[in-house]
RNA sequence: GGGCACUUAGCUCAGUGGUAGAGCGCCUCGCUUACAUCGAGGAGGUCGUGGGUUCGAUCCCCUCAGUGCCCACCA
């Protein structure tokens, strides 16, 4: 059937039937992860887009569904690196070049086996216009876009505090960073005075960053705030450090003082910058998470031996025994290494400042596009989530110390000028950073531009995707035709690193939102609610049960009786029973054809009944598709399905038996003439959600003169 | 600490301002020439608690109690 549909060339908007007034309808489809089979979560996306797509297709809209393959820099990475591990290959000492070499092509291997898997489940997407996150004309849009950013002063880069995760060696968004509750000891310190007994306490969870402190904060109400100014000794390197006073250090918290170690931690950064007092900072922690450079005997240690390390050397400094403290830490959302806050030189996108040229910051770009319902969110909890999101956005780190993504377009000056021949002598001013995505030449000097090593966050290119990938099709119009898109369909999960990042990159380089309806949807989940994974070994692999029970079956019991943003609850047993309605769609069909007329009566002569019913038909017609309309999937689904077996099946079906075989041919020829239409009608409406079986008997019926894909509903 | 939800039949979930629905499970009967991957019939719910609005609430508003999720720089 699939083989029919892509050879009809219907997939492709560009063939399908003119209809006057045409309307336009389009999604692009998230690319998938180009690094492993599809699970579940996929064909559930799948599924929706499908239908939707599907639905408009028959009611006449010039439809595209835009397919792609997403690289998916981070997690592909870590998915390779565990593959490397695992065949005994160390990560770390693959050259850089191959390894990106490596992936690439491990990407274009499971790109090929996506694809088909697509087609397996259904998807009725356009092949022609595939694409891929890292093709040229993409990354050529995604270096526009930075290079725009840039001149606009809303891309910079800075020292400033970061997630950096130790074990993979990168520095990961906020959003890329999990919580976790864990039973740490708060220690309390004592800092002495020079040349005295007296001391200030300072409460700790991390002693071995001592050597880093280079001040110490109290809160102006707290009785310690008589000592700013004064200076005391770090108990670990005996420097002298200054006390000065901060009033976003807690009260209540320890001791009402804070002890401030820029480099290791994003609070004492923020109040290091705000006191130009002090002395210029130092990091203790490598990029490995072991001491080093502290002048004392922590260096080399890693940072829990290093803690107890300090503890002993602190013994008699501890003002009090240390207590439990149960606190939320930070873990890398990929391997649960404790993240350490770093300060680094890091590319960042303002997200709450206004350009340069004074319009609008991201945030509030993304904000109005809500507010306007220029966006609009089909479960509305989803928008509150979102707004809440939005107000407190921060600056967005988007270099990533990894080698698989789309390097920076940024360009270094080599520290020494060279002066051209003639320019000797001339004051010159290089441009010490160009961003450009080819090579750059010094207009003053003979000296070269050295290539940003770092390479983008995956989502600052997807962010981009819907307009970069419309731009970039065969057919020039594309863009102009089919955007803003008009759905995008997605999991919830990514509502933050995708969905706002559309909103706020599409509006900002188009001027136009990049989609107008957002439907959400949420986690495939087991009988039991349990999330599926691997480890507890309820996964339900969709092409492998597709083999058993077929994909339309697969499908509808991810689409009945889950509303919009829910999570579908998906078994073996409910998978059964859609294709048990399967199988009874074929029967019935078995039983008109088998008993009925072959001959049909051009202008049937239905009876009064047959009349009845087909009116109530076009009745219950009508509230299906207002459901559809709606995005009620789940109640459009089970309405169909109900009709099917319960009315036409078990009643309509049931008393025609008799007509159907009756030995007046005008009978016999009217009561198949009426159970066909019926039929045909029903197969209209299943087809977005069962592709296959319907697709499959109507070709049956109609002897293969048409396609139930582009029948008209 | 902030936010968003959820609580409906044994289980998983839909749904509506006007005497409650599905799938699976359960019980009884039926191998009737489309289908036992089936058919006919049935048991099973005071729609979490307490208030309010209304002629009328499971559905709207408030309270409380559980449960889940997201966000978050009290060291």
Redesign the pocket.
Known sequence: MYKLWEDSGFFNPDNLPKVSKQKNFSIIMPPPNANGALHMGHALFVTLQDIMIRYKRMQGYKTLWLPGADHAGFETQVVYQKKLEKEGRSFWEVPKDKLYEEILAFTLENKKHMESQLRQLGASCDWGREKFTLDDDIKKIVYETFKKLYDDNLVYKAERPVNWCTRHQTTLS??EIK?EERKDKLFYVRYKFENSEDYIVV????PETIPADIAIAVNPKSKWNKYVGKKVLNPLTQEAILIISDKR??I???T?A??ITPYH???DF?IYKDHPELPASKSVINKFGAIENSGTKLDGLKILPAREKSIEILKFSLDKEPEDYV??VSICYKCNTLIEPRIMNQWFIKTTEKSKTGSKSLRDLAIDAVKTKKVKFVT??FE??FM??MK?LRDWNISRQIVWGIKIPAWYHEPICIPKKGHEGDVVKCNEIIISMDEPICEFCDAKFIQESDVFDTWFSSGQWPFASLMSTHNKNDFKDFYPTDVMETGWDIL?FWIARMIMLGTYKTGKVPFKTVYLHGLV?D???QKMSKSKGNVIDPLGVADIYGADAIRMSLVV???PG??P?ISE??IR?Y??FA??IW??T??IT??GSSTIPEKPNYTNEDKKTLKEFEKFKKTVIKDMDAYRF??AS?KIYHYF?HTF??KI??SS?ARLQDENKKVKETATAFLIKLLTEQLKLLHPFMPFVTEAIWQELYGGKKILMVEKL
């Open positions: 906020d959003l919580h409460a700790t969870t991390r250090v807690e209540s918290f320890g009402g804070l002890k931690d994003a609070l923020e606190h939320q509305k909890k509150k989530i809440h999101w407190n933050f989940r009988k039991d609610r009786g889950t509303a829910n999570d609850v047993d409910k029973g294709r048990n199988t009874k029967n019935a078995r039983l088998m008993r789940h109640e089970n077996w099946a078990d079906l049931e038996k």
